[in-house]
């Protein structure tokens, strides 16, 4: 049974390393491009460091605690956002970034792992005695996650919002919440979005008189799918790329902010064809067995909390291949474990941790530790 385990384990971790090892030579390659990813490599190298040092760490406690104080967590990570709107930094038109002198951190992924902590939590109740006490809870979860969306919005990061109601959607499809209310949020929000593309295409001038000129041109700007210097030059870069290549210093054409929203096609830069199908392949190998490893999951926060990180993981690897071919919206979305970041990369180690975390008797614990 042991070695059967081991065997379905190496299922992850090959591909997953393969994804680390492919980042770390587009990084190195990142360096001849221009001077300001010249030390991606290193800091690179760094997160994937610290990342491995937390689940090391997350195997020898339980991490059932993080759920009774994701509470505690959840509004510590509002602070934060509410700090990086008063002294962040700007890095191209967003304030999101904490400036910690030595690295940058983005407050807004950090909510993406708070927020799936807290609703995991809070949507493990049992039962609800009737229909008003669902309508208090949603209404609740509602502002949960209306709270940081907004001050999202401010810096502003629409990724991380469509995130944010990911994990929320999924929290609650997994909730003892009925189901019959998922018809009517649907509804609402279908009719919302209906009411809203009627009047971008048909009502210009009164959808701006509602929305405001600034936020109509961000709209504007993200439904403009498949233009700009960006995703033309993407377009070139993995159209012209033979098969199979490997390139480190010849840097071909450029693509801008390519070690992060771009790493797809800069991976043809380096690697060819090839490489891009390495990087599908080995996403869906951990796909397939994160699914089947969540599905076996007893402890129902812990259940919730991956099928939280499985949404938010699967539909990053779909957006930011699609941004790359010109087939979605340019709302930076990394691809995760491959893209450049150290915040986003943590974060996805974070929930890997505590997923892979397994329950220790304290003794154990304190055992293991006295060995170290």
Excluded at 109 to 116: C, G, N, T
Excluded at 173 to 195: E, Q
Excluded at 326 to 344: A, D, E, K, R
């Amino acid at each position: 049974m042991k070695a059967k385990n081991i065997l379905k384990s190496f299922i992850f971790w090959i591909p997953f390393l393969t994804l680390l090892t492919v980042s770390l030579f587009i990084m190195y390659h990142a360096r001849y491009i221009t001077e300001t990813y010249a030390h991606h490599f290193e800091r690179q190298i760094l997160w994937f460091g610290i990342g491995f040092f937390l689940i090391f760490i997350f195997q020898l406690f339980s991490t059932q605690k993080l759920f009774s104080i994701s509470l505690f967590l959840y509004l510590i990570n509002l602070l934060l956002l509410i700090l990086v709107l008063i002294i962040g930094t700007n890095v191209n038109g967003s304030k999101a970034w904490i400036d910690l002198k030595y690295f940058s951190f983005q407050p807004s992924e950090l909510m993406k792992l708070s927020l799936a902590l807290f609703l995991a939590h809070v949507c493990t109740r049992k039962k609800f005695a009737n229909w008003k006490e669902e309508i208090i809870f949603l209404f609740f979860v509602f502002l949960i996650v209306l709270i940081p969306s907004i001050l999202v919005f401010l810096e502003p990061d629409t990724g991380a919002i469509l995130f944010y109601f990911l994990i929320t959607f999924v929290c609650l499809w997994n909730s003892p919440l009925r189901k019959r209310w998922f018809f009517l949020i649907f509804t609402i929000l279908l009719s919302t979005l209906g009411t809203f593309f009627y009047l971008y295409l048909f009502q210009k001038d009164l959808l701006i008189s509602f929305i405001g000129t600034s936020f109509f041109y961000r709209v504007d700007r993200l439904l403009n799918i498949g233009s700009g210097m960006q995703i033309e030059n993407a377009l070139i870069a993995i159209g012209s790329a033979p098969f199979i290549q490997f390139h480190l210093r010849e840097t071909g054409i450029y693509i801008p902010e390519a070690p992060t929203d771009f790493v797809f096609a800069l991976c043809s830069n380096v690697f060819g064809i090839f490489g891009n199908l390495i990087l599908i392949f080995s996403f869906f190998l951990i796909d397939c067995y994160l699914i089947h490893y969540v599905k076996n999951i007893k402890n129902s926060s812990k259940k919730i909390f991956s099928y939280a990180f499985l949404s938010i993981f699967i539909t990053s690897q779909f957006i930011s291949i699609a941004m790359n071919l010109g087939l979605f919206p340019i709302i930076g979305i990394p691809l995760p474990f491959v893209s450049y970041g150290g915040s986003s990369t943590i974060v996805l180690f974070f929930f890997l941790a505590i997923i892979f975390s397994k329950k220790r008797k304290k003794n154990k614990s304190m055992k293991i530790l006295t060995i170290l």
